[in-house]
């Protein structure tokens, strides 16, 4: 497994946590699926280039912020 795939399995993760947890305590409106599923295309985006750049590293750190900022949702 490469650092791109590492990453992204690990954001994946993440995310689907996040879901869940949104789900369970009744906080998954439409807007915040819509959140997710922009997250998601993002995340399959990153696992098609082969070379780990510092761009795509960055591009990769904010989504994996904005993953964290889905449990700030009230």
């Known amino acids: 497994m490469n650092a791109v795939e590492f990453k ?5 993760d993440l995310l689907n946590r996040f879901e ?6 009744g906080k998954l409106n439409d807007e915040v699926i819509h959140i997710i599923e922009v ?3 993002e995340i399959n985006n990153y696992r098609t280039p082969s070379d780990f750049n ?5 591009r990769m750190d904010l ?4 993953i964290e900022a889905l449990q700030y949702i009230e």
Request: glycine share 0%; charged share 30%; hydrophobic share 30%.
């Open 8 to 12: 992204c399995n690990k954001m994946q």
């Open 20 to 25: 869940y947890d949104l789900k369970k305590n």
């Open 39 to 41: 997250l998601n295309m």
């Open 54 to 58: 510092e761009e795509l590293e960055q």
């Open 63 to 66: 989504t994996a912020m904005s």
